[in-house]
């Protein structure tokens, strides 16, 4: 089976949203609506009023050292933002 809830997001914005009930988690990026909605609620024993999606692409990251210029991506991810029933 395989995990669809990654990790939370632990940021100052998502914090602020605690207090409406909304929640946000780094999920699988082939999950769906549906799927994270009933993981949620298992994982948390919480009821779910609605689900939303977004889906990040990677950057490109350069960084400039002593020895050379080193060069790379940061990984795509999708974020959830999910809101609890009052």
Do not use: C, Q, W
């Amino acid at each position: 089976m395989k995990t669809i809830i990654k990790k939370a997001v632990i940021s100052e914005k998502a914090a602020g949203l605690h207090d409406a009930g909304v929640y946000t988690f780094i999920v699988d990026k082939k999950a769906n609506k549906v799927e994270i909605r009933k993981a949620v609620e298992k994982l948390y024993g919480v009821n779910v009023e609605s689900v939303n999606t977004v889906r990040y692409a990677g950057k490109a990251k350069t960084r400039y050292t002593k020895t050379a210029i080193m060069s790379g991506r940061t990984p795509a991810f999708k974020k959830a933002i999910v809101r609890l029933v009052a």
